[in-house]
């Protein structure tokens, strides 16, 4: 069966159009233990594209009254994401840097964090969709509060759960080896979609149904991409 370029086109424009790129700064050129926005809203379909500017980070998944854990380890049957370490500095070497998307898939929300040393105790951690209109308990500040308070910051290999979903998915590593190179696929702007062009790799957080579910996959992108994002 023969597609033709134009059908390819029309039909990633479709889907650039039903969905929103969000930008997460992963840290930034002066090394901060923070994500930028911290604090953001998205649409069930959007996209949260996680990169990753310096040092040595992680995005995982929890659940609010858990910080600093994933989110398996305390939901029954929740496979969270994780984005595994992400080094910046063996990007670079190939003017590139780590990227990290997941797509949101409904509005309820989704509490992240950095699994790297006691980033998250620091207060390096993150909501989307706070909704405290809900539950004014369950803030980002209380987010935060509690996680500075957490004995330990773990990611998922270092947890066991009872369903068989415990440990980071080797695949989606941090390491740039493991990483689809194309860098002209990703978005120049933040509105618009990376390109499926680009060979996804799982996440290691793909099943559930739930509320939280998300697919997520791991890239570089060129910095001079990144830079006209920002
Ligand atoms: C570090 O950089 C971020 C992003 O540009 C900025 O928001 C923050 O205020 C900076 N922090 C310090 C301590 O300079
Ligand atoms: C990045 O951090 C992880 C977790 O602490 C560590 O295992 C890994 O060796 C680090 N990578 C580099 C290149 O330092
Ligand atoms: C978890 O999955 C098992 C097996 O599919 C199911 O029996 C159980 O009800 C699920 N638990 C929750 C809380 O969804
Ligand atoms: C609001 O959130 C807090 C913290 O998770 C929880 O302890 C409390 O039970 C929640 N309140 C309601 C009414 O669900
Ligand atoms: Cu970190």
Known sequence: MHFSTAAI????????????????????????????????????????????????????QSNFDNPCTPIQAHVANATGFFSGYMNVAASAASGQIPVYTVEVKDTKPLWVYCSQGKHCQAGMAMVVNENTAANSSRSLANFKSLAAQAPANLDPSSITTGNGNAGSDSSSGGTSSSIPSPTESFPSSSSSLPSPSTTPTDGPARALGSALSVSAWTGLLSIAAALAML
């Open 9 to 60: 086109a029309t039909a990633l424009l479709g889907l650039a159009s039903a969905q929103k790129v969000h930008v997460v700064s992963v840290s930034s050129a002066n090394k901060s233990l923070a994500f930028y926005p911290d604090n953001l809203k998205a649409a069930a379909g959007d996209m949260i594209q996680f990169q990753f500017l310096a040092g040595n980070h992680s995005v995982v």
